[in-house]
Each structure stands twice: as structure tokens, then as C-alpha cells.
């Protein structure tokens, strides 16, 4: 099996998860700065903590602040857990119905054998491997644990690394592959068949 149709396969489907990633970020955005720029739920938020801090100016600001910072990172984590939740789907329902990702279909490539179970695990460790790991990193990061957020970026660059190197060996089996026992193989381009013509007298 060619090497640049894996390569494709990968590019492509990677491709809509960026385009995924890309979609929810500037959703996210927008829902942040809808919660800043809310002037009249600002003031009442800031009435009441005002009231319940006792005129005390300074700390009225700081719990405002800090719930705007913790509603700000709940729309993050949101984010990141709605892109893991849709890559697992796209993955296990493409393998599952069709026994192929688009990207996987675009370059004449299937997964064998029939999938059955066999498509949540493979989703699942693709998934790992390509955001989900990343998202649990970048959480960790946005919460404020920037020495754990970089061990876990470590461990999903080696992940990334470890299921994506197959496609640079023609013939290796992905670490999606192991685990799910599956491999990735070529259904080939169908070509039109000349049929001759028969001359009639």
C-alpha cells in the first residue's frame, strides 16, 4: 500500500478536526466576549457582590472577576470537551457503518477486518492520539497546572508520534491498529472496463 494514500488519508480527516477545532474556538470566543461586554448582568452581578461583601469595594471586584474567569474557562473546557466527544463520533460511526474515515475513502484505503466492536476501540485510541490527550493538556494549562500541562503534552506528542509513524512504513499497523487488531489495506480505484465492439454483417 503507497505510503502518500495513508499520508492523504491522515491529512484529510485531520484536516476536519482542525476545521472542527477551528469552529468551536471562534464559538467559544463569541461566548466569552458576550459574557465581558454584558453591561447590564455586570452591574447587577456587581450590585449584589457588592451588597454581600459589605461595601467592601476591593472584594466585591475580586469575586467578580474571579466569576467571570471561571465561567470564561468553563466555556474552554466546553470546547474542548464537545471536539473529543465529535472526533470519537466521527471516527467509531465512519468505521463502524462504512469501515472507513473520509479521508480513508478519498484515498482508496478500508480498515479490516469488519470492524464491530472493534470500531470503538480503534476510535478511541485515534482519538487519544489526536486530540484528546492534546484537550486534557491545554485544560490543564487553562486552569493553571503549567507543570503537569507540560508532562501531559509530552506524553500526547509521543502518542501523536507513536500512532502517526505508521504511515511513513508501508505495511505497519498504526497503534490504533494493535489495539483494536485491525489493519489498514487498499480497496483499489475501479477502472472502466472496454468491452470491443462486435461488427454485424
Given amino acids: 500500500m503507497p505510503k502518500l494514500r495513508r499520508a492523504v488519508a491522515w491529512f484529510v480527516d485531520f ?4 476545521a ?13 466576549s458576550a ?18 461583601s459589605r461595601g467592601d469595594m476591593l472584594d466585591a471586584s475580586q469575586d467578580l472577576g474571579l466569576s467571570l474567569w471561571n465561567k470564561s ?10 471536539l473529543v466527544l465529535t472526533v470519537f463520533l466521527y471516527q467509531w460511526a465512519c468505521l463502524a457503518l462504512a469501515g472507513r474515515t473520509v479521508g480513508k475513502a478519498l484515498a482508496g484505503l478500508k480498515v479490516s477486518p469488519r470492524l464491530g466492536r472493534r470500531a470503538v476501540r480503534r476510535a478511541a485510541v485515534t482519538t487519544a492520539a489526536d486530540v484528546a490527550v492534546y484537550a486534557v ?12 500541562s507540560v508532562l501531559v503534552w509530552a506524553v500526547a506528542v509521543g502518542l501523536f508520534l507513536l500512532n502517526a ?7 505497519r499497523r498504526s497503534l ?6 485491525t489493519a489498514v489495506s487498499s480497496v483499489g480505484f475501479s477502472r472502466p472496463v472496454a468491452t470491443p465492439l462486435v461488427r454485424t454483417s
Avoid at 35 to 52: F, I, K, N, Y
Avoid at 176 to 181: C, K, S, T
Fill in 20 to 32: 472542527l477545532a477551528s469552529a468551536l474556538a471562534v464559538l467559544t470566543f463569541h461566548r466569552i
Fill in 165 to 171: 509513524l505508521a504511515v511513513l512504513f508501508t505495511g
Fill in 137 to 148: 493538556a491545554c485544560v490543564l494549562l487553562v486552569e493553571g497546572q503549567v507543570v503537569l
Fill in 15 to 18: 484536516a476536519l478536526v482542525v
Fill in 176 to 181: 490504533a491498529d494493535r489495539v483494536a487488531g
Fill in 35 to 52: 459574557l465581558v461586554t454584558d453591561v447590564p448582568e455586570l452591574a447587577t452581578r456587581g450590585g449584589l457582590d457588592l451588597l454581600t
Fill in 73 to 82: 474557562v468553563l466555556y474552554v473546557e466546553q470546547a474542548f470537551g464537545l
